[in-house]
């Protein structure tokens, strides 16, 4: 017997489908990449028909567009979370958002950052995909220079530069390494090594 059949689906009023339909969207996009996943399996999975996502959604790319802005808006939640625990220390509020970041990515179920994993989709630099991706990464640059700065950094754009590179490193990282090894266990710890010279220079 299957038991992981997805329940039957249903009509449903507008805003009920566009919430099943993008939660589906960003459970499948996530885990197998948006590329990968059709509108068939997105419709499957949130239990409505394909009319109703093209009634929410103009078309794929629409659907796309949605998932990274609600990603956007996740990842800044996560960021602002970190930080206002430390509304008046910048350096702390810098070292608090390692240790948050090295909690998150080394939970079994994380699949590594949801834009980086657009970006290796979508080669083309002009794709619009892409362009959303550069403008997360560029505002997140911009943060941490100001945070940098705020805390007194000498170099407060190479202090950011190299906090950025560790990031980037740590989503990587919790794809390739097995769990085992405790690598994001180090996160914190570097990234405090970073912020200690910088401050310290």
């Known amino acids: 017997m ?17 919430a099943r339909i993008l939660d589906a969207a960003e459970t499948l996009f996530y885990r197998e990449g948006s590329r990968n996943v059709g509108v068939d399996a997105v419709v499957r999975e949130a239990g409505v028909n394909k ?4 009634r929410q959604f103009s078309s794929k ?3 796309l567009r949605r998932y990274l802005q609600r990603r956007d808006d996740r990842f800044w939640g996560y960021v602002d979370a970190s930080l206002e625990r430390h509304p008046h220390d910048a350096a702390a509020a810098l070292r608090q958002f390692f240790t948050d970041l090295a909690e998150r990515a080394g939970n079994p179920a994380y699949r590594g950052c949801p834009f ?3 970006a290796v989709e ?6 619009f995909a892409r362009i959303f991706v550069a403008d997360n990464k560029q505002q997140l640059l911009q943060r941490l220079t100001t945070l940098a700065s705020q805390a007194g950094a000498r170099d407060p754009a190479a202090l950011a530069k190299g906090l950025a590179l ?9 794809q390739t390494y097995a769990a085992d090894t405790g690598l994001l266990a180090a996160l914190p710890m570097t990234a405090d090594s970073l912020i200690n ?3 310290l220079s």
Not at 122 to 127: F, I
């Open 61 to 63: 790319d629409e659907l």
């Open 51 to 54: 009319m109703s996502l093209y």
């Open 122 to 127: 979508y080669p083309e630099r002009d794709h």
């Open 116 to 118: 980086v994993n657009i």
């Open 197 to 199: 010279t910088a401050l």
């Open 166 to 174: 560790l990031i980037e490193g740590a989503y990587a990282a919790s």
């Open 2 to 18: 299957n038991t992981t059949a997805k329940p039957p689906r249903t009509i449903v009023d507008a805003d009920t489908a566009s």
